[in-house]
């Protein structure tokens, strides 16, 4: 039996049960990420910090010792999250030599479960990117066609679950860096609600948008690994109190008499034939399970994205002045004062994107532009939330694609940069609204390719997105 084979529910089952050890889990990951180093999906691995561990849990697994529900499974974590003792890179030049002083809330929690972190994951500099080719160690390959991209900016951690390096990761989304690698890789992933997640400790992109989420081979680990992560978090002020309902409870219950939001602004030219085609056999399928489709109307849709680029990038500019070259991080050597010092370090250390929407936010939040983009879409971001407010107020989910496309080719966009930030087209508008999203695969295309399915629901709901998914998982085991 191949153990990398199991998803991590089965693994825990078989860790519990005696029939596998944490040691030999860890061994097998590092034997698996060996074989797969290509895809450049891992920026640092802790192998001897992860056998140590495994040793202790082990131990206490056989000397009957209560451990939590993830003891002894490898996991990866973005290398954006902060642990305690390894390298918190952002994928970037401007922190390669930084080593995390503290943990992250969320890696805390997966610690204190006693999974076992055996990785940091590669990714967009500073998480600015669909497709994981702005990491400034090189780009993240897809595991399922090397010559194609994983997506952006999780895309290390999506590449390390489906090339079975590990049995789950973290990512983080601020416009759709989970659910779109989740889709390009086959993966599952979800964007849970604004504020269900604690994101202190994870470096900031857009603090109004962030959300931390794992991303699993199945719905059912998703879940699990949600519950884990979860939570009110007095480090964190945007954390929300409200309860963590257990998100596996109500996965077997089918999706009979569930209603299904369709909005006919995700359904639009701009999707690929094969994407259209996966989806209306999804759509088909869940009718034909008792669920009802009820067509709902987004009308302020195609706003999103320009007012994502507007309010990321501002927060963006913000987030990423603290980058100065003075109390950590890239310093250059040769500079004649204070200005010069600030200039050449963010010159050295920062790369194309990310200078491309520092300037950006510098711009909508300079003086006589404020009013006209910041401001301005700000209003527009009120008015997105609120017809997703009224669209859930009908429906119980609604499901559009993921992606207009497949993944796309390797270096296929890097010098269209309308064309790349377009590909967050179905993505952008969930995290405008702090709505939760998860996308799973649906369908294949005619090269083998994944097609992703993005579910969506009311804020906080995660569990019936969950029962939505599961159900379609469960009916599809055979591939899809």
Known sequence: MNYLDCSMTEVVELLNSGKVTSQELVKLCFERIAETTDLNALNSTYFDMAMERAKQIDMARKNGEKLGCLAGVPIVIKDNINFLGTKTTCASKFLENFVSPYNATVAQKLFDEGAIIIAKAN???????????????????????????????????????????????????????????????????????????SR??????????????????????NAVLLNVISGRDEMDMTSSTTPVPDFTAKLEQGVKGIKIGVAKQFYTDKLSAEVRESLEKALAWYKSQGAELVEVDLPSLDTALAVYYIISSAEAASNLARFDGVKYGTRANNYQDIVDLYFKSRTQGFGKEVKRRIMLGNYVLSSGYYDAFYRKAKRVQKVIRKEFEDALSKCDVLISPTTATPAFKLGEKSNDHVAMYLTDIFTVPINIAGVPALSMPCGKNAEGLPIGMQIIGKHFDEQTIYQVANAFEQAHKEGV
């Open 200 to 221: 202190y400790g994870v470096v900031a992109f857009a603090s109004s948008l962030d959300q931390v989420g794992p991303l699993t081979r199945t719905v059912r680990d």
């Open 123 to 197: 990714m967009d500099e500073f998480a600015m990117g669909s497709s994981s080719e702005n990491s400034a160690f090189g780009p993240v390959k897809n595991p399922i066609d090397t010559y194609r991209v994983p997506g952006g900016s999780s895309g290390g951690s999506a590449a390390t679950v489906k090339a079975k390096q590990c049995f789950a990761s973290l990512g983080t989304d601020t416009g759709g860096s989970i659910r779109e690698p989740s889709s390009f890789c086959g993966v599952v992933g979800i964007k849970p609600t604004y504020g269900r997640v």
